[in-house]
């Protein structure tokens, strides 16, 4: 009950991480405790090797993605004013308000354990916010990846099988090798 | 051997074997065509299913393959479709082998089918969700250009299809629960919203249709073409499939109003936002939301003349998409085609295929002798029985466009300023025969439509519950 409470309160966390600093790395940094979270929910319900697999597969995806940025030379910041700020912050609190205010009565209709709908839910709204407010592909790309990482939370609580965490995976890293791909190009063009 | 094993599992190998030999382009194109001809042919000379007494050339083919406990599985019903998604592939890499053009369909397209068949084949189908994922972003792959490096459309559908997939995943998942235990009406409504999100996603229906323009215009034409070709034909099949397979689902009449209004707006946005644009590419991806969106009206409809309808609108739907394509490919080799108004005079330098261009267009809103005639007048009359507002819509969405392509007629065969000036033809025999071949067939079916059309209306073999 502690750990749960806990993981919801890590999770709230790391969608501020996400969605506010504008630096690339806090961003992956909350992606990863994303991937971290997911794996501690899923590992209660499924065999250690199956959650692991998962884990494993966003970790990677990181590497794939974050490999783009180091190796291309820093470029300034967007510098996001303290008023944006304050406004990214605002939205992703009506978000929780939602998903607070809603998730009991969609537990009704989707029968898995409170924790992993309320901490999937808030993760999959911070990604929803994350790739709707970006301009920037590599921006839209972690928005796509935690919007996946919540879903992923309440999916696997619903349905486990080894074809759709190998195809999930796949999913995964193809849309991180493709994002770092596009990023190349986008970086190329801004250089340009 | 099984059907899976050569329909969806040796063209992702050949697939990759061309991309180690893509170097040699012009070989691996040749290896591409012939190789999805292969396919083609195969679905005539085989049989799916586990003993018979076929004539001595067939071949028994297994009709399932599992993988990881999941089976996948083409039954001898579903021949037809994966010959057309084959014929489409083979077309396209025979017009960009004719004509040299560089493209990622060789050899990404041999992998881009695989999974869309993958798609319609796996059981349960409710994974079908993931690997239409996996198929978009193959897709993204062709469609991406390198030499344009514009990315917004791509972005797009990577957000959309992603978010299309966890909605259909939901309601995968609903539905299957609605086969064990008996259903109410609100399961029911939500259920159906689920569903209904997730292909709102997927085919692009207003407000969601932006990447369908922007990856148009984004990309190489024949690989803008194809992807939107492709993927939503598999769409629509695999919303078919969901309709065919739960029982609840196909009794509701929810479903069919919600397509009949999906497809009004399609009609609708597709038509007027085409006629307002100027840039040729983004007015054919508008152009294929127009269509798009008559068979989901078609579809709509929940009678047999509507399932017959669908698989006959196909035929015009890809072939003057293809039409389009080729003489498109034709003009822009030699002549920089960006906006309409390039397309000025053009018909005194490019007959053939400025007429296969306008040819193509005129198909697509049911010209007569075009074999578009016969299944939208047929659509236009099954609307007009019961779903009058409908009918309007769609008149009103034809309508507009026949005005817009009446304008480009005029501004295509606008007589040349200067009366002195040497005009030269440019189009070399090759490219005249293919025009000319194509152009012949789509009137030549619009003619005598028992010819191909019987042969279309198959598709709906596979579903067979949805016919009774």
């Not at chain 2, 078609?298 to 080729?326: C, D, H, K, W």
């Amino acid at each position: 009950m502690l750990v749960n409470t806990l993981l919801i309160f890590l999770a709230l966390a790391v969608t501020v991480l996400i969605l506010v600093p504008d630096n690339w790395r806090w961003n992956v940094f909350g992606l990863v405790m994303c991937y971290l979270i997911g794996f501690v929910l899923i590992v209660q319900i499924w065999p250690l090797s199956l959650a692991a697999v998962k884990l494993l597969t966003g970790f990677i995806g990181m590497v794939v993605l974050s490999t783009v940025k180091i190796n291309t030379p820093e470029l300034p910041a967007e510098n996001r004013s303290r008023s944006y700020r304050i406004f990214l912050v605002l939205v992703l609190s009506v978000g929780w308000i939602i998903v607070t205010a809603t998730t009991a009565k969609l537990n009704e209709w989707l029968p898995i354990a409170y924790t992993n709908l309320y901490i999937g839910l808030v993760i999959l709204f911070a990604g929803i916010i994350k790739f709707a407010v970006s301009r920037q592909v590599f921006d839209v790309v972690v928005g796509l990846l935690v919007f996946l990482c919540g879903f992923d939370v309440v999916y696997s609580s619903l349905e486990g099988s080894a074809l759709v965490t190998a195809i999930y995976s796949l999913i995964v890293l193809a849309i991180c090798v493709i994002g770092s791909y596009l990023e190349g190009f986008s970086i190329q063009e801004e250089e340009a | 051997m099984s059907a899976p094993f050569i329909w969806i599992v040796l063209p992702i190998a050949v697939s990759l074997l061309l991309l180690v030999i893509r170097k040699n382009y012009a070989l691996a194109n040749l290896i591409q065509v012939m190789f999805c001809f292969l396919m083609v042919f195969f679905t005539f000379i085989t049989r799916i299913e586990e003993r018979g007494s076929a004539p001595l050339i067939a071949i028994y083919l297994q009709p399932s393959l599992v993988v990881l406990g999941r089976s996948f599985v083409l039954i001898e019903s579903q021949k037809f479709i994966v010959g057309l998604f084959y014929t489409v592939l083979g077309a396209w890499s025979l017009i960009l082998f004719l004509k040299g053009s560089h493209s990622k369909i060789i050899p990404l397209g041999l992998t881009l089918t695989s999974l869309l068949l993958a798609a319609m084949a796996v059981e349960p189908f409710q994974y079908s969700a993931l690997i239409v994922e996996v198929a978009m972003l193959t897709g993204i792959l062709i469609a991406f250009s390198v030499d344009t490096g514009k990315s917004k459309g791509i972005v797009r559908v990577l957000i959309f299809y992603t978010m299309g997939m966890a909605f259909i995943l939901l309601a995968g998942w609903y539905l299957a629960g609605g086969e064990t235990s008996p259903v109410n009406d609100q399961q029911l409504t939500q259920a159906s919203l689920l569903l209904g999100m997730g292909f709102v996603f997927w085919l692009g229906v207003f407000p969601f249709h932006s990447w369908i323009p922007l990856i148009a215009d984004e990309s190489e034409l024949p690989d803008s073409t194809y992807v939107l070709t492709v993927l939503p034909l598999a769409i629509i099949l695999i919303l078919l499939k969901y309709l065919n397979g739960f029982a609840w689902l196909r009794e509701s009449q929810l479903v069919y109003q919600a397509l009949f209004l999906f497809g009004a707006v399609m009609t609708l946005t597709g038509s007027v936002w085409s006629v307002f644009q100027n840039r040729i590419k983004k007015m054919i991806g508008y152009l294929t939301i127009y269509f798009n969106g008559l068979l989901l009206i078609a579809l709509g409809l929940n009678s047999s003349q509507g399932y017959l309808i669908f698989p006959e609108a196909l035929l015009p739907r890809l072939l003057s998409v293809f039409l389009a394509m080729t003489s498109l490919l034709i003009i822009s080799d030699r002549y920089r085609l960006e906006n309409l108004a390039d397309m000025r005079s053009l018909f005194y330098e490019y007959p053939f295929s400025s007429m296969g261009f306008l040819i193509s267009l005129f198909t697509m809103i049911g010209m007569p002798l075009s074999n578009g005639f016969l299944p939208l007048q047929s659509l236009y009359q099954a609307t007009a029985l019961n779903h009058l507002p409908i009918l309007v819509i769609m008149l009103c969405g034809a309508g507009i466009l026949t005005f817009s392509f009446i304008r480009l007629f005029m501004v295509i065969m606008h007589p040349i300023e200067d009366d002195y000036e040497i005009v030269t033809r440019k189009e070399s025999r090759t490219e005249k025969i293919v025009i000319a071949l194509l152009v012949i067939l789509n009137v030549l079916s619009g003619l005598l439509p028992k010819m191909i059309f019987p042969s279309f209306a198959q598709i709906m073999n596979s579903f067979d519950l949805l016919l009774k």
